[in-house]
């Protein structure tokens, strides 16, 4: 209904001046034509005058012609007076004695003074010529109270006629534009807002066959073809839906797949060969001595699969971090300390740097050993004989995170490398670039997943015949530094 009041305003202003410029114009013409009715009139009464006190001032004198005009009957809208041009006294002095500078005879001078009395007068001066050299004028002075009156009656007809137009105008506009505009414009700011909330079942009525009908129209058609888009999007997402659904069965069977032949590798061979001794015993052929020997070889070989079977549980089933303040160079300490028997036996030196400063961080302690007992036994077993295996702890910064306090923990050594081809699949399960019995390929998946669960990442830098270096990096605060795995040789 706003447009309707914004249209019918402007239209009664507009047809409000066009009324009012009428009036104005129609006063006009009234005061012309009163003051020019005066002025004929005037001019009229003076010239017939005029002649006769002529014609009596030369047949019988001054005195006569003057006492001729003043004689004559007075009329309470119209003053004829006999004036003289520079006379100065009350009897003959004109009204107006600055404006007759230029009286001559045939050109009367007409004097509109609206200031005098109450409602103004028009005075015309008719010069008369007594005598060869005696200049005379008759003065004509009449009221504009009639005037005034044709004026005030011409405004308050413009005025009734206005205020009349205006009423039945505004009220005609008003009605006629809250049904042709204002209840058309609202249907269809109603319909915009459901189309907008998602309510796509309200139709407009057809309207007639104005801008407004076809805007209607327009907005039904739009509303029939954003349901046929719903309707194809919601197909086009179930059928999306269902072909990801297939796809993930087939990535679980690709999985499971994956996990029963790593399984099945890993695990058939300790099982041959704990078959093939139990065989050897339950023949009986064997000494005491025999038995004993091929005995500890099935218990190696039942060790070895509860370890692969354990890494398998990490892996699938990897518990929620736990995390509390530990000081970061110490549990690497401690692992180190735990693994130095292994490294002795590999004959790798295991260093650690000699900083005993505490780097203290909220971590999952036992996870976090596990990381690196993963890294370091994966450094030792790639290391030769004579070979060095470094860990480092440090605080650690990147340029592309700015503001972002991390610590680093880094494990190098200086063994046989990765192939290139081979750093993008350190993550899969049961991939492993070991020698059979050192491992199941698990170790690094699990390591990977710790590390994401506490915000961080892992950098490779490795190069064939120069070695490998893992370089884990985790949030200090706590807060989640943006996840990234990043791999490259060096």
Same mark, same amino acid.
């Given at each position: ?77 119209? =003053? ?161 839906? =269902? ?135 994966? =450094? ?62 698990? !170790? ?22 120069? !070695? ?18 990043? =791999?490259?040789?060096?």
């Amino acid at each position: 209904m706003r447009v309707t009041y914004k249209l019918t305003i402007v239209l009664v202003l507009a047809m409000s001046a066009v009324l009012l410029t009428y009036a104005w114009l129609s006063v006009r013409s009234e005061v012309d034509l009163i003051e020019s009715d005066m002025q004929r009139d005037a001019g009229v009464l003076g010239g017939a005058l005029g002649g006769i006190v002529r014609q009596v001032w030369l047949d019988q004198g001054e005195a006569a012609a003057i006492a001729l005009v003043d004689g004559l009957p007075s009329d309470p809208a119209i =003053a004829l007076r006999w004036v003289r041009p520079g006379a100065t006294d009350a009897l003959h002095a004109p009204r107006h004695p600055d404006r007759l500078a230029g009286l001559a005879p045939g050109s009367p001078i007409v004097v509109l003074d609206r200031d005098a009395g109450p409602d103004g007068t028009h005075t015309s001066y008719i010069p008369v010529l007594v005598a060869d050299d005696a200049l005379w004028a008759l003065e004509v002075t009449e009221s504009l109270a009639s005037e005034r009156e044709v004026v005030l009656g011409t405004i308050r007809r413009v005025a009734f006629t206005t205020f009349a137009l205006v009423a039945v105008f505004g009220v005609v506009a008003l009605v006629a534009g809250a049904r042709v505009v204002g209840r058309p414009a609202q249907a269809l700011v109603e319909m915009a807002r459901r189309v907008g909330q998602g309510d796509l079942t309200w139709r407009l009525a057809q309207g007639p066959r104005d801008e407004l009908g076809d805007l209607a129209r327009e907005m039904n058609a739009m509303a029939d073809r954003l349901v046929a888009a719903r309707a194809r999007i919601e197909a086009e997402t179930a059928a999306r839906e =269902a072909a990801i659904d297939q796809l993930r069965q087939a990535d679980r069977l690709v999985t499971v797949g994956k996990l029963a032949a790593g399984v099945a590798h890993e695990l058939g061979t300790p099982l041959n060969v704990v078959q093939g001794r139990a065989r050897l015993i339950a023949a009986g052929g064997l000494t005491a001595a025999e038995v004993a020997e091929n005995a500890g070889i099935i218990a190696h070989q039942a060790e070895r699969m509860g370890v692969i079977i354990r890494q398998l549980l990490d892996y699938g089933r990897r518990r929620s971090a736990h995390k509390a303040p530990h000081d970061v160079r110490a549990l690497a300490r401690r692992t180190t300390e735990m693994l130095s028997e292994l490294a002795r036996r590999r004959k790798v030196e295991l260093r650690v740097p000699e900083d005993r400063t505490p780097l203290t961080m909220a971590v999952d302690g036992g996870q976090l050993e596990q990381v690196l007992t993963n890294l370091v036994v994966n =450094a030792i077993h790639a290391s030769p004989e004579g070979g060095v295996v470094d860990v480092e702890v440090a605080p650690a910064t990147r340029p592309d995170r700015p503001g972002v306090e991390l610590v680093e923990l880094a494990v190098t050594d200086r063994g046989v490398g990765i192939p290139e081809e081979d750093v993008p699949r350190l993550y899969e399960p049961f991939f492993t670039t070991k020698a059979v019995g050192e491992g199941v390929g698990l !170790g690094l998946p699990v390591t990977h997943g710790i590390v994401t669960d506490h915000g961080g990442w892992i950098e490779v830098e490795s190069a064939v015949g120069r !070695g490998s270096t893992f370089r884990v990096l985790l949030p200090r605060q706590g807060g989640p530094a943006e996840r990234r795995d990043e =791999a490259g040789p060096a």
